[in-house]
Structure formats: structure tokens, C-alpha cells
């Protein structure tokens, strides 16, 4: 195996499963209400999401790759989902004291339809497949050997949000901060649909 150009893989991956994305933002904001073990089911969805949309994309990166327009429609559906996702957290959503509510709780139905309306991960995984194809071997096989990858990290990302979100937890306990935390984590999932929206407005390209 290339040595640098594993580097290079991980230098992309790393990062990407670590910054703040719908699925991280979502996690630290229902690990902030009902802790990290209530959040596991939908971080289950969300792996079975991954792996199943990074094998799809494996057999189908060229398609994808000349149609533009599907990933751009799932870009503009997801991004529509978050922002329903953002307008519960913020608004609809009360704080509270007890972490065993059942209240908005979600599962591994939300976490695995969030990934196919994920227009950023569907172009993760087609910048994936089409640079590093080579870092893990030729062939179908080197593509899901990065798609585990992917699934290893996004794993140890999302747990890390869940966690920051039990901790937030801690510091905003009262009423009023609880309220403060819900619409904080609201806005910053709101801004992330609005990047995945609308990338090249976001950044002046």
C-alpha cells in the first residue's frame, strides 16, 4: 500500500467525518436532551445508512458522476429535511431535567433516510470513489474497503458529538440556558443545510 497516499485518504476523511455535518450537529443536539445511550439507535441508522449509500455509490460513481442534477435535487431535499430537524430542536422541542424522556426522541428510521436525502455525502463519497479508488486496491473491493473506513470514523465522530452534546447538557442545565441550547444547536444545524443547499453561495465560489 502507498504510504502517502494513505495519508492523503485519511487527511480527507478525517476531517470530513469530523466537522460539523448534519449528522454530527444532530447527534450533539440529541445527546444534549436524552444522553449518549438514547442516541445509539440513531447512530445505528446512520452506519446502516452510510454503508448502504457507499456500496450503492461504489456500483454507480460513474452514473452519479454525469448527473449532476440527482445529487443536486437530494441536495435540496435534505437540506429541506434539516431544516424541519432544526425547527423541531429549536422550537418545538422544551429543555428538560430528565434524560430518560421519550420526548423527540429519534431512531434508526431518522438516522437512515437523513443519509439518502445527504446531498454532502453523497459528493464525499463520489470524490472518494473517484480519487482514492487506488489507495486500497483496484476494483470494487478497494471502494469498500474506503467505505469502511468512512463507516470506522463517521462512528468515533458522531459518538464524540453525542458526548460534547451530554456535556453541553451539564453547563446549560437551567430553564432559560436549556432554551438558549436548543436554539444554538437549531441555528448551527439550520446553517449547515443552508451550506449543503447552496455550497457555492456559502463559499464565493
Not at 64 to 79: D, K, M, P, V
Not at 127 to 139: D, K, P, R, Y
Request: net charge neutral.
Amino acid at each position: 500500500m502507498n504510504i502517502p497516499a494513505l495519508l492523503a485518504l485519511l487527511a480527507f476523511i478525517v476531517p470530513m467525518c469530523f466537522t460539523p455535518g448534519p449528522n454530527n450537529v444532530l447527534c450533539a443536539a440529541h445527546g444534549s436532551r436524552h444522553g449518549v445511550r438514547k442516541t445509539v439507535p440513531l447512530i445505528g441508522g446512520m452506519a446502516i445508512g452510510w454503508s448502504v449509500l457507499g456500496v450503492g455509490i461504489a456500483a454507480g460513481a460513474v452514473f452519479i458522476e454525469e448527473n449532476e442534477s440527482i445529487t443536486q435535487i437530494l441536495s435540496y431535499l435534505g437540506a429541506t429535511y434539516i431544516v424541519f430537524l432544526a425547527y423541531k430542536i429549536t422550537f418545538v422541542l422544551t429543555p428538560i431535567d430528565d434524560v430518560c424522556s421519550s420526548d423527540g426522541l429519534l431512531g434508526v428510521r431518522t438516522g437512515l433516510l437523513l443519509q439518502f436525502l445527504n446531498g454532502k455525502l453523497i459528493i464525499y463519497y463520489v470524490i472518494l470513489m473517484a480519487t482514492f479508488e487506488s489507495v486500497s486496491g483496484e476494483g470494487y473491493e478497494g471502494k469498500i474497503i474506503t467505505v469502511l473506513a468512512t463507516v470506522v470514523f463517521g462512528l468515533a465522530a458522531v459518538l464524540s458529538w453525542a458526548t460534547f452534546g451530554t456535556v453541553l447538557r451539564r453547563i446549560f442545565s437551567g430553564e432559560e440556558s436549556g432554551i438558549w441550547l436548543n436554539r444554538m444547536l437549531g441555528l448551527l444545524l439550520f446553517l449547515v443545510a443552508v451550506w449543503i443547499a447552496f455550497p457555492h453561495t456559502v463559499f464565493g465560489l
